[in-house]
């Protein structure tokens, strides 16, 4: 959106429009914890009760690259620069009270 005439190709557009757009343009990112991810849902290896390091269980992760496991061994703690990679924004809108989610 560096051209002088973008706000006012988007002046018309809601928020949400203007979300959407970005998304489906891939404009928009956010981000994802990497040290488990989405194939590893049904490893009948993985205790179906064992937590990340981020807190959500393993199996419930969104990350469809290749996980990286290796990194529990070396940290304690989850940390957003080293457990989390970018993420394309999939989830997004405005709750009841107002509020813009994405």
């Known amino acids: 959106m560096n051209d002088d ?3 006012e190709k988007h002046e018309h557009l809601s928020w949400m429009e203007l979300i959407r757009q970005s998304a489906r343009n891939n404009e928009l990112f956010g981000s994802t ?6 194939a590893q849902a049904n490893d009948t290896r993985l205790d179906s009760k064992q937590r990340c390091l ?3 269980l393993a199996r419930k992760h969104s990350f469809d690259g290749t996980s990286r496991t290796e990194l529990l061994n070396k940290s304690k703690e989850w940390g957003k620069f080293t457990h989390a990679c970018e993420a394309p924004v999939t989830v997004f809108g405005i709750l009841q009270n107002k509020t813009k989610v994405f």
């Open 54 to 56: 981020c807190g959500r």
């Open 5 to 7: 005439h973008s706000q």
């Open 33 to 38: 914890c990497h040290l488990y991810s989405k």
